[in-house]
């Protein structure tokens, strides 16, 4: 069992949800960067999602636009990021999932990436814009291992068929997408979620993480009683950008991770 797995099994026995964090590597510096996520790991995060900066992204919204930006203008690169997994498996257990676009994975080798970033202590990779008619070019020098997961993306507009078949391929977890859009835009809908998440339990037993539009505790809250895990990026990120000439960032996104981690427990008051 790896430890995605075993992440979700050990919240399951709690009866907890998963608190999944995204951050940009290398923003906005790398010694910041690692620090700041470091202290986000150390305050509770589940499952670290940590962003290979590109730049031309298609799902991130401008809060995660800019901080790939600032992170590309001090050298980020996917070979920082697994560099940076490396540092951070020295100091933490908790699962880590690389997020990119293709593009950086594709120059950098697909047999290549597999081997560092599993050298690194990367658990797992999710890759935004590669179908699964195209990933056989990334997963073919995997092996059958099962200890570096491949995480599968499912939009609102998904059909049911099509659902069905990126659940069978999938591993670690499902990324669903709470709407359409861009990562950080506003108008959460609790009941469409619901309803998502009900449709694609019936292709799966994999754990379901819903990301995009998640703003505040109080919705991950909401969505909660629903979902095995909620997706927070941009309410990060936009912490960073706000303050990242403050001393107190680190504590600042340290307490975040507390807030949103108290409205996923099973005694957290629902609005």
Same mark, same amino acid.
């Given at each position: 069992m790896n430890r995605i797995d075993r992440?979700?099994?050990?919240?399951k026995k709690r009866n907890e949800k998963a608190l999944v964090g995204f951050v940009a590597s290398g923003d906005p510096t790398p010694s910041a960067s690692l620090e700041l996520v470091t202290a986000m790991c150390n305050a509770g995060l589940d499952i670290l999602e940590l962003g290979v900066p590109f730049s031309d992204p298609t799902a991130d919204g401008p809060v995660i636009?800019?901080?790939?930006?600032?992170?590309? %203008?001090?050298g980020a690169t996917l070979a920082g990021a697994i560099e940076m997994t490396g540092k951070l498996r020295r100091k933490t257990d908790i699962p880590i999932i690389l997020f990119s676009y293709y593009n950086p994975i594709f120059s950098y080798g697909a047999e290549s990436f597999y081997r560092d970033a599993r050298a690194a202590g990367a658990d797992g990779v999710l890759v935004v814009d590669l179908p699964p008619e195209e990933s056989r070019e990334l997963t073919g020098c995997w092996g059958d291992a099962g200890d570096f997961a491949l995480i599968r993306l499912v939009a609102p507009t998904t059909?049911?068929?099509?659902? %069905? %078949?990126?659940?069978?391929?999938g591993s670690g977890f499902l990324y669903l997408v709470s709407k359409t859009g861009v990562t950080g835009s506003s108008g959460l809908d609790v009941r469409s979620v619901r309803d998502h998440v009900t449709v694609l339990r019936g292709f799966t037993n994999l754990p379901i993480c819903v990301g995009f539009g998640i703003n505040n505790p109080a919705d991950a809250g909401l969505l909660a009683p629903y979902v095995d895990g909620v997706v927070i990026g941009s309410a990060f990120e936009r912490a960073i950008e706000e303050s990242t000439d403050n001393p107190g960032l680190?504590?600042?996104?340290?307490?975040?991770?507390?807030?949103? %981690?108290a409205a996923l427990l099973p005694t957290a008051p629902q609005a």
């Open positions: 992440r979700f099994a050990e919240l636009q800019r901080a790939a930006s600032r992170a590309l %203008k001090q059909p049911r068929d099509r659902m %069905k %078949k990126i659940a069978e391929n680190v504590n600042r996104l340290a307490e975040q991770v507390r807030q949103y %981690k």
